[in-house]
């Protein structure tokens, strides 16, 4: 059985907290071992509480733990959050933490401030006296420890920041001897990867060249990640005065030929929603990355929930066809973006890519990204020119539905794209046939479209006594759960819209069935129910902004399989 | 090319003898003088009767959403700069739904040309008052009388950051294409609000109102920001004309040199990937 690790770090938002985290994480896989990283922070610049998780081990690890082993406490306020167990080892300045007083742990007890003012260094530097001492406790190498902060700091800063963690390793090495932990599997160099910078490189990757949205956590690092790519790569990254300036300033750049894309959470979709049926009609091809966090409204900004299932595929007025990929890890992240910008572009369709904060912001370890197709445009108009003054039949069908775009500036390309229901030419019309046949061809795409999407897949034993049925990053979750418990099997929906439902049905069909979600209304099963007629009575939920930990998926499926 | 070169087939279904007409024959006009071809423009229009203009001027076409015209020819403008950029919208369209997006877009100095049909009300919806509607006239949305204060496109574009400001009327045609030929010649963001009467909701707003009414510019200085200010507050008479021009600051596609290099193709993110190693 493969053993895991739990090293935490809180403290104040401004402490630094998810630049430290982060950075120990890479010291751990660099020591060979396999690394996943669960922030959890209000929303506040200052003050509240911050803290960074590190489950790591022997074997990949893909989720949070309740448990935790080593602790690192920058403040009092710690001790009001977390449970520490009797054999929690906690780090921290005790002169300094006035609440620690009665806890159970074993304390280790590290002067960080006296060694930041021995350094005459800035406060913050107690982060690098801490980071020493665990990698001491841990039996770290202190020089993989020295090679990352030389690589996250300025040359001086690093300078000073090496100096404290020495100084905080050394404190500790006096004292006590190195805890027991799981032994480095000396695994592969791996990426560190959150969700949503797998989203972004998959979007550079496949040929984006336009992406226009309004920051919102926790879609927000899309954005600057993109930005920050513009000049290297050649695209344009546009912060607009509001979501729908958003998503329409995207739709004009792909009417105009480029490959566009906007991200945004549940609350900014919200404002996308009329631009999003815009896209359909107009039949522009567009991506929508949303990454979803509890709501309605503001809600709770920087936590975690899968509420925006049943939205995605329902929003705006009226009927048309879009595409929902629900990728589960930060490899179907980049796979399923790359693939999202060709699919809108091969079905002239909105296609999302339906995140959440859990995905969004965590850190994975991934190998290698997968391999993907070429970029692919599907049908485009050449153009005319013996006939430059001529409009073209741009909505007529050319084959499954989908007819031929033109990029603007083609002779003989004329057309319009129209938010009224229109001719094959895009001139307004409502008359009863016309409308009928453009509604018909639309919806022909349905099919082939439906061919193109992935389908759900089974994890596990064949025969296991239970099976949750999942989408998104819960995925992640019951992969770690797995790893402690043989009482579930589990079936992962990679995109839940559109889909080949006859098949999902012979997939579901005489199966101890559980619907896993973050969310309160099981919106999955409402999908399943809809599409199979199968009504799955069993559900395992959690609405309270947090993920699904290791230890209650573990307690749920063995109580269930009783 | 000519001005007639530019209909379509579609025969327009304007009221007669409303305003859009001439702002339709002046847009034919300038489009013919300053010689771009139906291939190369693309018109962006809005939701009204305003809007309908997109039926029928030879070109590249998007009929987009109520008051959303600006950030949809803003990415057409950053994404295919070989395209000039005509917007048509309506007042109610552009200065009350869109009003958010039209500051921002002149605050960029995209380079386009926004036309605004003024008939201070909404005609496609059958008569509400719109925002430049003065205090104290009755509408279908204000039987009492509106009572907000009406709004000031002239002075809102100069102090935005518009480069070219116009105001033209639907009763001086020739004056009107002038003005529209200027700003499809202008590097930046033009705004040609136009007062076009309404002739079925428009109440008193019609031709003989703003005949009474209207004055050409003259003798003025269209580079002096203050005077051009001075002068939209102008309070009996209406000036017609160009009220500001500036010529020098980069319009908003010129500071995205990445545009450049934007080419829709499978990138290599391999140096990206190793970043996160
Ligand atoms: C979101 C939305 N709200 C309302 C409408 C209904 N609507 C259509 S045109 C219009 C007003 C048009 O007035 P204006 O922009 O002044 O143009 P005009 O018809 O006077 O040319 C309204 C409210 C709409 N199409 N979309
Ligand atoms: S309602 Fe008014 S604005 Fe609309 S077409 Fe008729 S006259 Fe023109």
Not at chain 1, 9 to 18: L, T
Not at chain 1, 189 to 202: D, F, Q, R, W
Not at chain 1, 286 to 314: C, F, H
Not at chain 2, 215 to 243: C, M, Q, R, W, Y
Request: glycine residues 10%; proline residues 5%.
């Amino acid at each position: 059985m493969s053993s895991v690790y739990v090293w935490k770090i809180g403290g104040p938002a401004g402490f630094g907290i998810m630049t430290t985290g982060p950075m120990f994480a890479k010291v751990l896989k660099a020591s060979g071992y396999h690394v996943h990283g669960y922030p959890e922070y209000p929303s506040l610049v200052r003050g509240g509480y911050n803290c960074y998780q590190i489950a790591f081990g022997d074997t990949e690890v893909t989720a949070p733990y309740k448990k935790i082993d080593m602790y690192v406490a920058l403040s009092d306020e710690c001790f009001n959050r977390e449970k520490f167990e009797e054999s929690t080892y906690v780090i921290g300045d005790f002169a300094n933490l006035k609440n620690a007083g009665d806890i159970k742990a074993k304390k280790i007890d590290v002067p960080l401030m006296g060694i930041v003012k021995e350094l005459d260094g800035p406060d913050i530097m107690r982060n690098s006296v801490a980071l020493g001492a665990a990698a001491a406790l841990l039996g770290l190498d202190f020089a993989l420890l020295e090679k990352n902060l030389t690589a996250a700091y300025k040359e001086k800063v690093a300078k000073i920041n090496i100096e404290a963690a020495k100084k905080g390793y050394e404190s500790v090495r006096e004292r006590y001897s190195v805890v027991c932990k799981p032994a480095p599997d000396k695994c592969a160099p791996a990426l560190y990867v959150t969700g949503n910078e797998a989203t972004s490189i998959g979007a550079i990757a496949g040929g984006l060249t336009f992406f226009s949205t309004y920051p919102m956590t926790p879609a927000s690092s899309i954005l600057h990640y993109l930005a920050k790519c513009t000049r290297e790569h050649g695209l344009v990254v546009k912060h607009t005065e509001d979501e729908i300036s958003g998503i329409n300033m995207a739709v004009g750049a792909a009417f105009a030929g480029a490959r566009a894309m906007t991200g945004t959470a549940g609350g900014g979709f919200s404002l996308m929603n009329e631009g999003l049926g815009l896209a359909a009609i107009t039949e522009v091809p567009i991506v929508l990355a949303v990454s979803q966090r509890p709501g309605p409204a503001t809600g709770m900004a920087t936590w975690t929930e899968q509420g925006d299932l049943k939205y995605v595929i329902n929003s705006s007025q009226s009927e048309f066809i879009r595409a929902v990929y629900s990728p589960g890890s930060v490899e179907e992240c980049y796979k399923f973006t790359f693939d999202a910008l060709n699919l809108a572009e091969k079905y002239h369709i909105p296609v999302f890519v339906l995140l959440d904060k859990f995905l969004s912001e965590s850190h994975f370890m991934a190998e290698k990204m997968p391999e993907t197709g070429d970029v692919e445009r599907g049908y485009l108009f050449e153009g005319n020119e013996e006939e430059p003054m001529a409009y073209f039949n741009r909505f007529a069908e050319k084959k499954d539905g989908v007819g031929v775009r033109v990029i603007p500036g083609t002779k003989g390309g004329l057309y319009i794209a129209s938010s009224n229901e229109h001719t094959d030419e895009g001139f307004v019309s409502d008359k009863a046939d016309v409308r009928k046949r453009q509604v018909e061809r639309r919806f022909r795409k349905l099919k082939p479209l439906t061919d193109d999407m992935p389908h759900p897949e089974l994890f596990g034993k064949k025969d296991a006594p239970l099976t949750f049925v999942c989408f998104g990053s819960v995925k992640m979750m019951l992969l770690e759960a797995m790893k402690h418990t043989d009482k579930f099997n589990f079936i992962h929906f990679p995109a839940v819209n559109p889909l080949n439902w006859e098949k999902v049905k012979k997939m579901l069909e005489g199966r101890n069935l559980c619907v896993m979600e973050n969310n309160y209304t099981a919106q999955l099963r409402g999908i399943i129910a809809e599409n199979t007629g199968i009504i799955i009575e069993k559900t395992f939920l959690k609405y309270d902004g947090r993920p699904f930990f290791n230890e209650e998926i573990v307690s749920f499926a063995e109580e269930a399989a009783k | 090319m000519k001005a007639l070169d530019y209909n379509t087939t579609q025969k327009p279904v304007w009221c007669p003898g409303c305003g859009n007409f001439a702002i339709w024959n002046g847009i034919k006009k300038a489009l013919a003088e300053a010689g771009i071809e139906p291939h190369k423009l693309a018109l962006v229009s809005g939701i009204g009767c305003s809007g309908k203009m997109i039926n029928h001027v030879r070109a590249y076409g998007f009929h987009g959403l109520h008051g959303r015209t600006m950030p949809v020819a803003t990415g057409i403008r950053l994404a295919n700069p070989e395209m000039k950029v005509l917007v048509n919208g309506g007042d109610g369209d552009g200065y009350g739904m869109g009003v958010g997006h039209f500051v921002h877009a002149m605050r960029r100095n995209v380079d386009l040309t926004y036309i605004v049909h003024n008939n201070k009300v909404y005609g496609l919806t059958t008569g509400q008052a719109s925002p430049t509607n003065e205090i104290g006239s009755p509408s279908k949305s204000t039987p009492f009388g509106v009572v907000d204060e009406p709004l000031n496109p002239i002075a809102i574009a100069i102090d935005a950051g518009a480069t070219y400001v116009a105001r033209g009327f639907s009763g001086d045609s020739e004056q009107l294409a002038e003005l529209i030929l200027g700003g499809l010649n202008h590097n930046g963001f033009a705004l040609i609000d136009v007062f076009q009467p309404c002739v079925t909701f428009g109440g008193k707003y019609q031709y003989e109102y703003y005949q009474e009414r209207v004055v050409k510019i003259e003798n003025h200085d269209v580079t002096d920001a203050d005077s051009a200010l001075a002068l939209s507050k102008t309070k009996d008479k209406l000036p017609i004309g160009l009220f500001y021009k500036v010529e020098g600051r980069p319009s908003y596609n010129e500071m995205h040199p990445e545009i450049e290099k934007a080419q829709v193709r499978k990138r290599d993110v391999t140096g990206l990937l190793e970043e996160l190693v």
